[in-house]
């Protein structure tokens, strides 16, 4: 039996082992917890119902519910993203040409004869009769105070801000720089890049300025967006200092466009430095710049936790048309809603955020801390703004329900649909939302990524849903399990792989000439099939359940186990505030699966809390689940929008040197990879003597 690292940590004073276990290699597992009866059943009339009713007059043929409809769109690809086209009357030309050349993955082309412009499409709702009344930017602040941003503003603030880039010598192809938190500026700053036809990114301010100018470096911006301060948990923080860092970091940047009254406008080396609200309050006729469908809208970075960051490429007609389908098809979302997303800016659901605007919903904007007054504060806006629709991220929902927040005195009668991403709902907090939220509200936990900026599986009206799993697959999204022999499998788990291209998928990564870097990341396992990297289970009623990045995958005793299963058995433990495993082979044929834990303040470690850990693990996810130590950590490592980083942890567990295993700059908490550093050094030197001692 291996020698436990427990051997040499008793009397560490960095880390407290709570209990191990041994589990034997023979012993059956049992299955995951299987998903409870209906949680939700539509009672009214979706879009998608009228949607099929035109689709089925269109192709000839009837399409009587969600998984008829779905089957057409992954059967005949063209057909249904010129027919989504079509039924939102997308503006543009050549839309009614050929939809799909070549479906070659990667290489698909996407409408080659069509122009269309983001902005243009979503503009268009300040043109009908009542956008100057009409609310599209709601914003709240810290202090509860609500402003308004109404259609007609919106679009002539863009106009006047597209107006003066062009001014100023942008010209379409160019990059637009822009780190700004969730504010009606950003949202501004990206239409306008994009009537302009530049393409645009944006960073949180958030970000550590290394790892923005990692980013930004790469694109090579001619200008720069940024404000001059913001306040957030209660305080102001001044960001000019570091804003003109960055200016003097991108040698590319001609001109900073600063968000801060004008009278404090610094002085940049030789960059022209501007008033974003003197440009945006210009009088502008809005003019939108014809764009090739497949040309570049934005780029997408990603977490860059182990090296630079991807610079991931999407275009204008396949956001456009992934935002009419997510948005208004899946999401039932349209001119009556308001759609509120806790997300920074750094985080591709930001983007997804503004997707909204399409469907003439109404967007709220919040730049404020989400714990500001306590964990409640996503809710308490929601309650405020009368939001319709919720997208957050799982941790935020399990936060609250481990604070057992009450939601009575909360008017959140508006709200009708939530959905939840980022990382597998456990059931524990779904159950939770059901006896506070009530069964009308339409909850769903939705799974995708910043690589097509939307969702695979998730959440759609016709159908009820289930407590623990994603409803099915989305439109559009030919989704399977497959196993290594690249075979379909149901009921067990396998990698999460896409069969039939989608509009939304990368353009390219920036600064892959040859695409060598876009085919490994997705091809390189199963030539011609997109593998995202998570493993999946496939019911048998084509549901799905989430179990984490297959990168991230424990591999023990020969069985693949996923790592969400065993978060979300956590979930029942109240003194656990977060948790993280891992999963290491080591020489010998030996393999370590250790649970960091990261207890709620004041926690005592009681004597029962590891046969607690471990019961709850048995009973909600297996035997094979349990782990071989529990060890109280100070802190889980995450990303800047709240991944847990457990590959480059492993990685230090296998001995790579830290900084070539994780890329600091990325952490929200660099300090808190030192732990892992250590206990990695005593475990590697634990082991290393247990086989001194046996040879």
């Known amino acids: 039996m291996m020698r436990r690292p427990t051997d040499v940590n008793e009397s560490s004073t960095l880390i407290e082992t709570i209990g191990t276990q041994s589990v034997p290699a023979a012993e059956p597992d ?92 979503l503009l268009r709702h300040a043109d009908v009769p009542d956008s100057a009344t009409r609310t599209a930017i709601v914003t709240i602040g810290e202090d509860e105070t609500i402003t308004t941003l109404s259609w007609r503003e919106l679009r002539d603030r863009v106009a006047g801000l597209a107006a003066a880039l062009r001014d100023l010598g942008v010209r379409p192809g160019d990059r637009v720089a822009a780190v700004l938190p969730n504010t009606p500026q950003a949202v501004i700053g990206l239409l306008a890049a994009a009537a302009v036809d530049a393409i645009w990114t944006i960073n949180s301010p958030e970000l550590a300025v290394p790892a923005t100018v990692a980013r930004l470096t790469q694109l090579a911006p001619v200008v720069l967006i940024g404000c001059g301060a913001y306040r957030f948990n209660g305080k102001t923080i001044e960001y000019a200092d570091r804003l003109t860092a960055l200016a003097d970091a991108l040698p590319s940047v001609r001109h900073l466009i600063i968000d801060a009254p004008g009278d404090q406008l610094p002085t ?44 991931i490429v999407h275009g204008h007609g396949g956001m456009l048309l992934e935002s009419l389908k997510s948005f208004a098809l899946h999401y039932d979302c349209g001119p009556e809603d308001i759609c509120y ?41 929601i309650a405020l703004t009368g939001a319709t629709l919720f997208g957050t991220g799982a941790a935020y929902l399990q936060l609250n329900e481990r604070a057992d927040t009450d939601l009575s005195a909360l008017d959140l009668s508006a709200l009708r649909f939530v959905f939840s991403t980022g990382s597998p709902l456990p059931d524990s907090t779904w159950r939770w939302m059901r006896e506070n939220l009530g069964p009308a509200v339409h909850v769903g936990s939705d799974s995708g ?49 896409i069969t039939v291209p989608m509009p939304s998928m990368p353009l390219y990564f920036w600064n892959d000439e040859h695409g060598d870097r876009y085919r490994s990341a997705y091809f390189d396992r199963y030539p011609g099939v997109w593998r995202h990297g998570d493993w999946i289970t496939e019911t048998g009623d084509g549901a799905f359940i989430v179990h984490g990045r297959s990168d991230a995958t424990l591999n023990r005793h020969g069985v693949r186990l996923g790592s969400a299963d065993i978060y979300a058995a956590l979930g029942s433990v109240p003194e656990i505030l977060d948790s993280m495993v891992i ?113």
Request: hydrophobic share 40%; glycine share 10%.
């Open 30 to 121: 049992p299955a995951r917890s299987q998903p409870s009866g209906i949680d939700w059943a539509p009672t009214e009339q979706a879009r998608l119902t009228d949607f099929a009713r035109v689709a089925s007059t269109r192709i000839g043929r009837g399409l009587p519910d969600y998984r008829a409809i779905h089957a057409w769109s992954v059967r005949e690809p063209g057909q249904f993203w010129s027919t989504v086209a079509t039924y939102f009357d997308v503006l543009g030309t050549g839309l009614h040409g050929t939809a799909l050349a070549s479906s070659d993955m990667p290489g698909a082309q996407w409408f080659p004869d069509a122009t269309v412009n983001y902005a243009e499409n």
């Open 268 to 311: 940049v080396r030789d960059v022209a430095v501007h008033d974003f609200a003197e440009l945006g309050g210009r009088a502008a006729t809005p003019i939108y710049e014809p764009t090739a469908f497949e040309h570049p809208l934005w780029v997408l970075f990603s977490s860059g936790t182990t090296g630079a960051p991807k610079g």
């Open 341 to 381: 997303v806790a997300a920074n800016t750094s985080w591709m659901v930001w983007n997804a955020m503004v997707n909204a605007l399409s469907t003439g919903a109404a967007v709220v904007t919040y730049s404020g801390s989400p714990g500001y007054g306590g964990p409640d504060r996503h809710l308490r806006n």
């Open 449 to 497: 990524g910043t690589d097509i900026c939307s969702c695979f599986v998730g959440s759609n009206p016709l159908e009820p849903a289930r407590i623990g799993v994603s409803q099915g697959p989305m439109l559009g999204v030919a989704v399977r399990a497959w196993n290594d022999r690249g075979e379909r499998v149901v009921g067990e788990v396998g990698e999460m792989v």
């Open 583 to 695: 999963g290491v082979e080591q020489p010998g044929g030996n393999y370590y699966m250790p649970l960091f834990v990261v207890l709620e303040p004041g926690t005592d470690p009681a004597e029962d809390l590891s046969d607690r850990i471990i019961a709850a693990i048995r009973s909600h996810a297996g035997a094979r689940y349990v782990p071989d130590e529990i060890v109280i950590a100070p802190a889980v490592p995450t990303t800047h929008t709240g991944k847990k980083i457990e590959v480059p942890i492993k990685k230090l567990y296998l001995g790579v040197p830290l900084e070539q295993a994780v890329n600091l700059d990325a952490l929200s908490d660099p300090g808190s990879v030192t732990f892992y550093r250590e206990h990695a050094a005593r475990v590697r030197a634990a082991h290393a003597a247990g086989r001194s001692d046996r040879e």
